[in-house]
């Protein structure tokens, strides 16, 4: 094997390494994209279930109102 052919080989090599960089790059590059929707899902999610608990609090506290009303005009015991 000559010079010429083993600086051949190492260019060759070179260029291969530059295209696999490149690939890790992006996938690298998605990886953060996904993370950072995930993240703002997540807190989306959280929000709505914030809501909800709020939401669900508010309903049974109503309804605790209006039974407590009707259990006083029936005259049953507390």
Same mark, same amino acid.
């Given at each position: 094997m000559t010079t010429e052919?083993?600086?051949d080989i190492k260019r060759y090599f070179g260029?291969?390494?530059e295209g696999l960089?490149?690939?890790?790059?992006?996938?690298a590059e998605g990886v953060a994209a996904t993370n950072e929707r995930i993240d703002r899902l997540e807190n989306e999610v959280r929000r709505g279930?914030?809501?909800l608990g709020s939401v669900v609090k508010l309903?049974?506290?109503? !309804?605790?109102?209006? !039974?407590t009303r009707v259990e006083?005009?029936?005259g049953a015991p507390r």
């Open positions: 052919d083993r600086e260029v291969v390494a960089e490149s690939k890790v790059q992006q996938v279930f914030s809501e309903s049974f506290g109503q !309804l605790d109102a209006r !039974l006083r005009s029936a």
